[in-house]
């Protein structure tokens, strides 16, 4: 019992060249991609180095300004203990021997909480009314102050913050303040100092002319004290950004992170805390902040040849990949699939040519014309066995009407006359019963071969009709050219013995002639089967007048 066999429903189908294409294109792509994550892993590891640099200017920098600020609070504690050694009548000229000048110090000041004023020590004392009234006027400002009251309450060096008030900051100015206790640890006054942040700014220029890293620095109360370079748009004293103040305002002294500034550029910061002691609140916030390279920018002016290398070669891949593709697979590929789709169109004749390139697509194709080979040959025989008689081998009924309709087309076209013959060999059933249906197959094979022998050459055509009964179509033949081809074959077949079994076997053939006048065909193409019919009838009353009338004689209808 036959199988079914289940066939698989078609699936993506490409050319070959588009698949090859498709394999280096997936190849490079992935080669891209991966270059590009290591170009992204390459520029993240570059903005952590910016937070690295910018950290390392914070700290620069803040280690700057508390060395600064320790040699302030030396100085407070000298010019304290001279103080108290010669008294605040007489404790001048000692300052003026201090050249704190030469520290970049704003001023220098003191406050006498005995007599609630200010004093000016190494400047001319002014009793005047108007100069004590400026002196009380500056004393409540300085009190209002808050690290001034913290040294208050302290009773310890005090770093201030930033006042825009006071007569004696100007801008980048850091207040300080000490104690001062007589010899009966009393406390009798207040030391000041304002250093100016900017007086040193050779660390800062350096910095940012060397790396592009701003410096800020605010006070306790995130307000700016100093900031290079110097921006018309954010004065002294303004509050920290949000972002600043959430970095400042947590617990770790170090803070590194990105943000985006109001341009929408990436900046990377870090803030530095600055204390008097660990337990105590920083007193300063010292912020480095860098641009780092965009993603963009870090290709352009680091990996760009590479980048470019890569476009290079994807696109000569890509070329290379369809010469190549195209060269050893592809055009033999394609070369398959064309004789493939010819053959299943049901042309055998085509032949593929010498494919160069890849060995296993030229195996195929010599293996595709061998089999077309054999193919053609096999077709060809079945072919024949389907249009010829087996016995006999000469053309079947079937073949010799497909023969008969182009003969009577081509008739109708050049207008010339067919001659139909119907041949019948005479009492054959004589034969098969006398020598058996062997002897009658050795006769009819004799007639085939003297039939195909003698009207082959004039173009007849030849077929077993049937049995005994067998059929001639003469083109371009009239009836006295039928007439005497025919007479021929009767006169031959009446001299033919057929050997068979040590014996000779002796037959005569009845025919009969019908002639079809090519001018006088009709038009219409399906008319000519009748036509053709209607031959064959006649032909066959013709071949019957010639049994009736003695056999072995050939009669014309």
């Given at each position: 019992m036959?199988?079914?066999?289940n066939?698989?429903?078609?699936g993506l189908?490409?050319?070959?060249?588009?698949?090859?294409?498709?394999?280096v294109?997936?190849?490079?792509?992935?080669l891209?991609v991966?270059s590009?994550?290591?170009?992204?892993?390459?520029?993240?590891?570059?903005?952590?180095?910016s937070?690295?640099?910018?950290l390392?200017?914070?700290?620069?920098?803040?280690?700057?300004q508390?060395?600064r600020?320790?040699?302030?609070e030396?100085?407070?504690?000298t010019?304290?203990t001279?103080y108290?050694?010669?008294?605040?009548e007489?404790f001048?000229g000692?300052i003026?021997?201090?050249?704190?000048?030469?520290?970049?110090?704003?001023?220098?000041?003191?406050?006498?909480?005995?007599?609630?004023?200010?004093?000016?020590p190494?400047e001319?004392?002014d009793?005047?009314?108007?100069?004590?009234?400026?002196?009380?006027?500056?004393?409540?400002?300085?009190?209002?102050?808050?690290?001034?009251?913290?040294v208050?309450?302290?009773?310890?060096?005090?770093?201030?913050?930033?006042?825009a008030?006071?007569?004696?900051?100007?801008?980048?100015?850091?207040?300080?303040?000490?104690?001062?206790?007589?010899?009966?640890?009393?406390?009798?006054?207040?030391?000041?100092a304002?250093l100016?942040?900017?007086?040193d700014?050779?660390?800062?220029?350096?910095?940012?002319?060397e790396?592009?890293?701003?410096?800020?620095?605010f006070?306790?109360?995130?307000k700016?004290?100093?900031?290079?370079?110097?921006?018309?748009d954010?004065?002294?004293?303004k509050?920290?950004?949000p972002?600043?103040?959430?970095?400042?305002?947590?617990?770790?002294?170090?803070?590194l992170?990105?943000?985006?500034?109001?341009?929408?550029?990436?900046?990377?910061?870090?803030?530095?805390k600055?204390?008097?002691?660990?337990?105590?609140?920083?007193y300063?916030?010292?912020?480095?902040?860098?641009?780092?390279l965009?993603?963009?920018?870090?290709?352009?002016s680091?990996?760009?040849?590479?980048?470019?290398?890569?476009?290079?070669?994807?696109?000569?891949?890509?070329?290379?990949?369809?010469?190549?593709?195209?060269?050893?697979?592809s055009?033999?590929l394609e070369?398959?699939?064309?004789?493939?789709?010819?053959?299943?169109?049901?042309?055998?004749?085509?032949?593929?040519?010498?494919?160069?390139?890849c060995?296993?697509?030229?195996v195929?194709a010599?293996g595709?014309?061998s089999?077309?080979?054999?193919?053609?040959?096999?077709?060809?025989?079945?072919?024949?066995l389907?249009?010829?008689?087996?016995?006999?081998?000469?053309?079947?009924?079937?073949?010799?009407?497909?023969?008969?309709?182009?003969?009577?087309?081509?008739?109708?076209?050049?207008?010339?006359?067919l001659?139909?013959?119907?041949?019948?060999?005479?009492?054959?059933?004589?034969?098969?019963?006398?020598y058996?249906?062997?002897?009658?197959?050795?006769?009819?094979?004799?007639f085939?071969?003297?039939?195909d022998?003698?009207?082959?050459?004039?173009?007849?055509?030849?077929?077993?009709?049937?049995?005994?009964?067998?059929?001639?179509?003469?083109p371009?033949t009239?009836?006295?050219?039928a007439?005497a081809?025919?007479?021929?074959i009767?006169?031959?077949?009446?001299?033919?013995?057929?050997?068979?079994d040590?014996?000779?076997?002796?037959?005569?053939?009845?025919?009969?002639?019908?002639?079809?006048?090519?001018?006088?065909?009709?038009a219409?193409?399906?008319?000519?089967?009748?036509?053709?019919e209607?031959?064959?009838?006649?032909?066959?009353s013709?071949?019957y007048?010639?049994?009736?009338?003695?056999?072995?004689q050939?009669?014309?209808?």
């Amino acid at each position: 019992m036959p199988t079914s066999v289940n066939t698989p429903p078609p699936g993506l189908s490409v050319s070959a060249k588009a698949a090859i294409m498709s394999v280096v294109f997936a190849a490079m792509f992935l080669l891209t991609v991966t270059s590009i994550y290591g170009v992204y892993a390459d520029w993240q590891n570059q903005k952590q180095e910016s937070l690295k640099k910018v950290l390392t200017a914070a700290r620069d920098c803040a280690a700057q300004q508390k060395t600064r600020v320790m040699g302030t609070e030396i100085l407070l504690r000298t010019v304290a203990t001279a103080y108290v050694t010669f008294g605040k009548e007489n404790f001048s000229g000692y300052i003026r021997e201090i050249d704190w000048k030469s520290r970049e110090y704003i001023r220098i000041n003191f406050f006498d909480l005995d007599g609630g004023q200010m004093i000016f020590p190494g400047e001319e004392r002014d009793n005047s009314p108007e100069q004590q009234a400026i002196n009380r006027k500056q004393a409540e400002i300085m009190q209002n102050h808050a690290y001034f009251q913290d040294v208050l309450s302290t009773r310890r060096f005090t770093v201030g913050e930033y006042s825009a008030d006071s007569p004696f900051f100007a801008d980048a100015a850091l207040p300080m303040a000490i104690p001062v206790f007589d010899e009966g640890k009393h406390l009798t006054a207040i030391a000041t100092a304002v250093l100016d942040i900017s007086s040193d700014d050779s660390v800062f220029r350096s910095i940012y002319d060397e790396q592009g890293i701003e410096i800020i620095f605010f006070d306790r109360w995130q307000k700016m004290l100093y900031r290079y370079p110097l921006r018309p748009d954010t004065p002294l004293g303004k509050l920290a950004s949000p972002h600043l103040i959430r970095a400042i305002n947590k617990e770790n002294d170090v803070e590194l992170f990105f943000e985006t500034d109001p341009f929408g550029r990436e900046r990377s910061y870090a803030v530095v805390k600055m204390r008097l002691g660990e337990e105590q609140d920083a007193y300063m916030h010292v912020v480095a902040s860098g641009n780092p390279l965009t993603f963009t920018e870090f290709i352009s002016s680091l990996y760009l040849p590479h980048m470019t290398g890569i476009s290079i070669a994807f696109v000569l891949s890509m070329l290379l990949a369809a010469i190549s593709g195209r060269l050893f697979f592809s055009r033999g590929l394609e070369s398959l699939a064309l004789r493939v789709d010819a053959v299943k169109s049901g042309d055998l004749s085509g032949r593929i040519n010498t494919v160069s390139g890849c060995r296993e697509i030229q195996v195929l194709a010599e293996g595709m014309n061998s089999m077309l080979d054999s193919l053609e040959k096999t077709n060809t025989q079945l072919q024949m066995l389907s249009n010829t008689d087996a016995l006999t081998g000469l053309y079947n009924r079937r073949h010799f009407y497909s023969l008969a309709d182009q003969e009577i087309k081509r008739a109708r076209r050049n207008k010339t006359p067919l001659a139909v013959a119907l041949m019948d060999l005479d009492h054959f059933k004589a034969v098969n019963d006398t020598y058996g249906h062997d002897g009658g197959d050795a006769v009819l094979r004799s007639f085939s071969s003297l039939l195909d022998r003698n009207l082959r050459t004039t173009d007849g055509l030849v077929a077993r009709f049937g049995g005994e009964e067998f059929v001639i179509l003469m083109p371009e033949t009239n009836l006295a050219g039928a007439t005497a081809a025919m007479e021929k074959i009767r006169l031959l077949v009446a001299e033919d013995a057929v050997p068979f079994d040590e014996k000779i076997i002796k037959y005569t053939v009845s025919v009969g002639i019908n002639i079809v006048s090519g001018g006088n065909l009709p038009a219409d193409s399906t008319a000519l089967g009748i036509v053709l019919e209607e031959a064959l009838k006649k032909a066959d009353s013709a071949l019957y007048h010639s049994k009736n009338n003695g056999r072995n004689q050939v009669f014309v209808y």
